[in-house]
Every structure is written in C-alpha cells, then in structure tokens.
C-alpha cells in the first residue's frame, strides 16, 4: 500500500494538504538550481508558512488560503558540497510552522507530540559562500519567521526573539 501511495504522490495524481486537521505527506522535492522560498501568513493568522515548491505554494494560496506575503526570504542552494538540509516542522496546536536544520531539536520538538516532521524543506551552506546572506529563525508566541540577517533590527522591533543562524542563502 505503501508503494502505491508513494508512486500516486510521485506522479502527482495524490497531492497533499496543508493546514490544521488535513492529511499530510512529505514536502514536495525542490527545482534543480537555486529555489526561491516564499512565506505565507496561515488562515488563521497565528502563523507562517514557508514553501520552496511552486506547486505547494499555489496550493497553500488557492486551497488553505494562506496569504502570500511580498517579504523576501531567500533562495536555497542545491544539496551538494557544504550545505545541508532544513526542515519543516507543523505545530499541532495551531496553523504555524518552524523550520530547522538542527536534529537534536527535531527530535525533542517532535517528541514532545507538539510538532509533526513535513521533511525537507530545501537546502543551505554551512558557511557564508560568494554573494550569500545569513538566513535567520525568529519566534514570538509560536509563531516562528525566516528572514535574511540584515532584518534582525527590524524583527526585534516588532517583538521577535533572534533564534539564531539557519544558513547561508542566495538574497531574494
């Protein structure tokens, strides 16, 4: 049964859903070359939604009607020499979403039954490589935001907690 599901959501005649209370499978796998990250603010507006895949971004608008939002995240690197996966992780209790790349805290958020795992949901550098920004995790009453290092000021502002460094990505 397995195999079928996994050959349906291959062939794209199984899609996944987003949101509170929807089944949900794996995040879609990123384009070759740099994939653009956009944000979403959730229905329910308690929280953001990061996507790399055209697909699932049209979803989460046209279906979950999550509303895009014009800020610049970033654009991921392919895997590949120095970089290193992050992922999406669902926060149970309502519409937001965390990304990491840290394991030892996937296992201790997942664990805790508060989190579920989506996968991957891109790629960065470990280290700053040419024409690179630092890519950020910020959070403020589980709500959790990615932005390039240079809007840390901006997010404080505005009552966010600096989690710290994800990565290295492309600007916009």
Known sequence: MRGVLAAMIALGLLTVGLGAGVDRGPVEPVAQGRSQVWEFRTADGKGH???????????????????????????????????????????????????????????????????????????????????TVQLKRFSKNNDWRLAPAPRTAEFQRAGYRDDGPLGWVYPG
């Open 49 to 131: 939604f990061y996507t790399a895949s055209a697909g699932e971004a049209d979803r989460a608008e046209k279906v979950n009607k999550f509303q895009r939002k014009a800020d610049k995240v970033g654009s991921l690197p392919d895997a590949g020499p120095n970089t290193m996966p992050i992922k999406r992780l669902r926060f149970v209790p309502h519409q937001a979403y965390l990304v990491t790349g840290d394991q030892g805290e996937i296992q201790r958020l997942v664990g805790s039954k508060r989190f579920v795992e989506e996968g991957v949901l891109g790629h960065v550098f470990r280290s700053q490589q040419p024409g």
